[in-house]
């Protein structure tokens, strides 16, 4: 695995950390997973940044990050992450954000803005504000079963995930065996954390450079959402991949060369 693994204590809350050290001179690279993700399923993506310091962490109750004292919501775990970047003594990052991740990782852009050089947003939406999935996708999201039955995740992958999953099934399994599951507390602490919340009246303020990445197939985030925030994001450019919602995870050296490209920029 690429990540050096360890525990930080910040406040009252340990987080577990990996960190991928680089060998470049770049800005580190602070990445916030989707729901019910921990360090491990960021792996082949940042397998194809060696020479990129990247920095990530498992949200309070996810993997073996401990559960929070008290819920939290965006803002939170922002400043958990700009706690971190203190903690490695970074003054500044690239921030990028997967899924739930990438509301985290608007509201970090918009909460810590001197500390954000450019965003990067994955297969995400701007909240409670945007075009929604199937009600049958949704239903099927708010409950954490296909993190516990294998066999409910073979069945639903395809319908969740689109692209790829829908014609090889096992793609599934093969991805959520990284995942460390711990409660089912945890992943409903990361639903409420983003109830609610919504940047759809703020998005066009953020003056960062940003890369919206979609998938073209995606059930779970329907790709008008990713052009709704390419509109509305002052300087920013879309890459679709022929791809579902994980196209990090199945297109991940595609995935990299459009980031390291838009990260190494002048």
């Given at each position: 695995m690429a990540f050096a693994v360890e525990m930080v204590q910040l406040g009252r809350q340990w987080l577990r950390v990996g960190r991928q050290r680089g060998g470049g001179r770049a800005a580190p690279l602070l990445l916030f997973n989707g729901i019910g993700g921990n360090i491990e399923l960021l792996a082949p993506i940042t397998e194809w940044m060696p020479r990129r310091e990247v920095i990530t962490f498992?949200?309070?109750?996810?993997?073996?990050?401990?559960?929070?004292?008290?819920?939290?919501?965006?803002?939170?775990?922002?400043?958990l992450a700009a706690g971190l970047l203190a903690h490695y003594g970074h003054g500044v990052a690239?921030?990028?954000?997967?899924?739930?991740?990438?509301?985290?990782?608007?509201?970090?852009?918009?909460?810590?803005?001197?500390?954000?050089?450019?965003?990067?947003?994955?297969?995400?939406?701007?909240?409670?504000?945007?075009?929604?999935?199937?009600?049958?996708?949704?239903?099927?999201?708010?409950?954490?079963?296909r993190f516990v039955s294998r066999d409910y995740a073979r069945r639903v992958g395809g319908e969740i995930y689109g692209g790829d999953f829908r014609r090889r099934p096992a793609l599934t399994a093969?991805?959520?065996?990284?995942?460390?599951?711990?409660?089912?507390?945890?992943?409903?602490?990361?639903?409420?954390?983003?109830?609610?919340?919504?940047?759809?009246?703020?998005?066009?303020?953020l003056e960062q450079p940003t890369l919206v990445m979609a998938g073209a197939d995606d059930p779970l985030v329907p790709l008008v959402n990713a052009r709704l925030m390419h509109r509305l994001l002052r300087t920013s450019e879309l890459k679709v991949f022929d791809c579902?919602?994980?196209?990090?995870?199945?297109?991940?050296?595609?995935?990299?060369h459009a980031i390291?490209?838009?990260l190494d920029r002048p």
């Open positions: 498992d949200v309070p109750g996810v993997g073996h990050s401990p559960l929070p004292p008290l819920p939290y919501r965006m803002r939170g775990v922002a400043g690239d921030v990028m954000g997967i899924s739930w991740g990438g509301a985290a990782a608007q509201q970090f852009a918009r909460s810590h803005p001197t500390l954000c050089r450019r965003l990067v947003l994955c297969a995400t939406a701007t909240g409670a504000l945007m075009v929604p999935s199937h009600p049958r996708v949704a239903w099927k999201m708010a409950t954490p079963r093969g991805v959520l065996k990284h995942v460390k599951w711990q409660s089912q507390w945890g992943y409903y602490l990361q639903l409420a954390a983003a109830a609610g919340w919504t940047s759809v009246h703020w998005l066009h303020r579902g919602h994980l196209f990090l995870l199945t297109r991940p050296q595609q995935a990299a390291n490209e838009f």
